[in-house]
């Protein structure tokens, strides 16, 4: 009788030096590893030296996200740096405070045209900008701006306001109408030129003939109303 023989695997031996070597250089890889990620990663001081105004939160934009870094500051549940301070300080008058934050979010949804926040130079700008109008409409971009006042002495004041025309197509433009509104009743309109001109409550109408293409054609009137009066709005077809 045959007898099978089953001989058996004989089991390795476990090295747990070799093992206990590779564990250790694990170890210390991921340790040196998770050294340099929070060296590169680290935030300080210093990552918001570079900043502009108003970052508070030094993610590059200019938003609400970083009014909300002033108010939990000033509530005490985030600490911010020194630079942090600086960047929130937009009107510079040595505080961060609510103005702050809502200078940003004014800044933010374009009430407000700067950060740092200058009260003249944002007064001075708002002041042209309710005398001057720009649109671009179908063939046309027009400007309509207030370019000179006096005062009539009799309650009321005189404003010259000058209006361009632009046909931007490559085509003549046919005859053209005008629109300019204000802020108050217009008193009377004394004087016009270069265009057909028609007053009815708040607003100008104007109307020209064809402007050839790539021309401008120039127009304006003077007329009489209450003082500190704004253009509200320019349109053209």
Known sequence: MNHTV?????????????IIIVMLSLAVLF???AVIIHLTTRVTNESYAKCAVGDVNGDGKINSADSVCIIKNMIGEQELFDNQLKLADVNSDGIVNSTDALLILRYSVGDISSIPYDAQKEQLLNS??????TVTAGKFTSTAQIVNEWDNNDGTHSYQVNLTIRNDSDSDSGSWKAAISFDKEIVSLSKSWD??????????TLGGEDIAAGET??????FSA????????L???
């Open 31 to 33: 340790a040196a590893l």
């Open 6 to 18: 089953v001989k058996k695997r004989k089991r390795k031996k476990i090295d747990s030096k070799r």
């Open 128 to 133: 042209s900008l309710k005398r001057k109008q």
């Open 217 to 222: 054609a120039n127009c304006g009137f003077i």
């Open 235 to 237: 349109t053209v077809r």
């Open 226 to 233: 209450e003082k500190d009066i704004i253009l509200t709005k």
């Open 195 to 204: 265009c057909n001109t028609f007053v009815e409550g708040k607003s100008v």
